[in-house]
């Protein structure tokens, strides 16, 4: 081994630990995108939590979170799964947000939360860095993909595990002639749209997507059915209570709680109908009901 060039003992201790600061580049781009962030006024731009909650857990800053999403947009890291594992072994993140290492979900759910807020900051940041000469005129990034969903789309072993991925790239429709029933059921419970079209307003999507490719823009209203864009007005079908969650932002507990002075109704009316299935049978039913359901 002495002739090639060899890497420090693992296990060795140093008397002079280095500073995480040492490994950066005084030109790194992870500086820029620190004292950029550092600098802008998260309350006024809407981000949630930009103001601590003065009970329940402590949550991450809004710039921290930020940070790392900022990152993962300028290379390409997508996935917030992707993003959860490079702060783990990423000597830049760790040094941009101190070592934090949130999970996929948290960041996941920022991306969703603070959707108009992200996009004001990537557009400020792209400006900021051609005011500085950072970019030429080519393109900066492309934030969009496209997806061809063939008949019976999400049929798959993979139809829970697509959905996840669906959202953490930040698609929130998708429409096909046909769809697994699992796969369309869990599109519902993390507010993704699965509309369903016919084969040939199918045929006729995917000829504009080829023709169009990045450039397509297509809107999906869901109060009216319609997929509209230039010139453009197709159909499409979703059951009528999906369609009622999407709208309202609720899952299966939210919506069974919408109901939740029937169901208080209810087990008075049953408690007092049928006392010996009550959970607490040495009490009387109205004094069961008031303790179950106050």
């Not at 000597?91 to 920022?110: C, N, Q, S, V, Y």
């Not at 798959?156 to 059921?185: C, K, M, N, Q, Y």
């Not at 109704?265 to 106050?294: G, I, V």
């Amino acid at each position: 081994m002495s002739r090639y060039i060899e890497g420090q003992d693992r296990q060795q201790v140093t008397l002079l630990p280095e500073c995480l600061d040492d490994f950066i580049a005084e030109d790194n781009t992870v500086r820029i995108v620190d004292v950029f962030i550092n600098e802008l006024d998260l309350v006024g731009l809407g981000f949630d939590g930009a103001k601590p909650a003065t009970t329940g857990r402590p949550s991450y800053h809004p710039s921290v979170l930020l940070k790392l999403y900022l990152y993962g947009y300028l290379n390409r890291i997508q996935s917030s799964r992707r993003l959860e594992r490079e702060c783990q072994r990423n000597m830049e993140l760790m040094w941009l947000i101190g070592r934090l290492a949130p999970d996929f979900k948290t960041i996941a759910d920022f991306r969703r939360n603070n959707g108009k807020g992200i996009r004001n900051v990537c557009r400020r940041f792209v400006m900021l860095c051609r005011e500085l000469k950072l970019f030429s005129d080519a393109v900066v990034a492309i934030d969009g993909s496209k997806f061809k969903a063939a008949t019976n789309f999400g049929c798959g072993s993979s139809r829970e595990h697509a959905v996840w991925a669906l959202v953490d790239f930040g698609i929130r429709a998708v429409a096909s002639p046909r769809f697994g029933e699992i796969f369309r059921t869990n599109c519902v419970r993390n507010g993704v749209l699965a509309a369903i079209i016919s084969d040939e307003a199918y045929a006729r999507l995917a000829a504009l997507a080829r023709e169009g490719g990045q450039g397509l823009e297509l809107s999906f209203d869901l109060e009216s059915g319609v997929i509209c864009g230039e010139d453009l007005e197709v159909p499409f079908q979703i059951d009528t209570g999906d369609r009622e969650r999407l709208l309202k932002g609720l899952d299966e507990i939210s919506e069974t709680l919408t109901h939740l002075d029937a169901i208080k109704a209810f087990a008075h009316r049953d408690a007092e109908r049928r006392p010996w299935l009550d959970w607490t049978p040495w009490a009387s039913p109205s004094e069961t009901s008031r303790s179950s359901f106050s």
